[in-house]
């Protein structure tokens, strides 16, 4: 069964290159959220399997989105998605419940990759 995934990402252009990147994989778009407020709304009708969470978005960021979603539903897996890849990022959002962590520019493999991680 393919897996659902929802992508929050301020970035139209990431959505379009998500959907190329999982295409013919077991992973399938769910939803597309712009911000941290829609994802968290948009959490709850979608119920997906997993989340890829961009760090920087007007409003709230992806690592004050991802501590809110955790807390309202712990069982909520996240991927990280950042140009950023500074330590003490990765340490914050491991410490939030962050189940994984990519790196922009995405590559289809290390995209899969984590989102399997994040699935376990
Ligand atoms: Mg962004």
Redesign the pocket.
């Known amino acids: 069964m393919e897996k659902r995934v929802m992508i929050v ?3 139209r252009v990431m959505e379009i290159q998500m959907k190329n990147l999982l295409e013919d994989t077991e992973f399938e778009i769910a939803a597309y959220c712009k911000d941290g407020e829609e994802a968290l709304e948009m959490y709850e009708e979608v119920m997906p399997d997993v989340v890829t969470m ?1 760090i ?2 007007p409003g709230m960021d992806g690592l004050e989105t991802s501590e809110a979603l955790l807390e309202k539903h712990p069982e909520a897996r996240i991927v990280m998605v950042s140009s950023l890849a500074y330590d003490d990022t990765i340490q914050e959002a491991d410490s939030i419940g962050v189940k994984a962590f990519v790196y922009k520019p995405l590559e289809r493999e290390k995209l899969i990759e984590a989102l399997e991680d994040a699935l376990i």
């Open positions: 990402d301020d970035s961009d920087i978005m």
